[in-house]
């Protein structure tokens, strides 16, 4: 009898011992979740401003440069920024980040030489925060 009964202390132990573990795993989850809806809709907020500025900064460069969307696609080789993921441990459950990784080229060339280079470069550098910005939002959701 005494040793059925120990048997119930030690189980009633591990369980309790267990919700406590998994209750605080819930609270830090739960936590990180708020934290993380909270960016994204910081990140959104931004979004609509900053894709905005890159859209108006293309039709500057457009009409100072004259059409040169064709030309940039076809002069492009290779990418200019790439997309890099790791995995981040909240709490023993694992969640994907994604982050931006530079690359040597610059792909300009001689691209708006007769005229609109500047807004050319500053077209390129408005998308580029927004890129950055996307980024961080796939990491987010």
């Known amino acids: 009898m005494e040793r059925q009964l120990q048997v119930f202390k030690n189980r009633t132990k591990g369980a309790r011992k267990g919700f406590s573990l998994l209750k605080k795993k819930s609270d830090a989850l739960k936590a ?64 994907l980040k ?16 007769m005229g609109g280079g500047v807004q050319i470069r500053q077209c390129s550098e408005s998308f580029s925060q927004a890129l950055d910005l996307l980024i961080r939002l796939a990491s987010l959701q």
Do not use: C, P
């Open 32 to 95: 990180r979740l708020n934290q993380i809806v909270k960016e994204i809709y910081e990140v959104k907020m931004q979004m609509n401003g900053v894709m905005k500025d890159a859209q108006w900064s293309h039709t500057l460069a457009r009409r100072a440069a004259g059409d040169f969307n064709a030309k940039v696609m076809t002069t492009v080789e290779s990418a200019t920024a790439k997309v890099g993921m790791r995995q981040e441990n909240v709490v023993g459950v694992r969640v």
């Open 98 to 113: 994604f982050d931006k990784e530079a690359t040597d080229n610059k792909n300009s060339g001689l691209l708006g030489v």
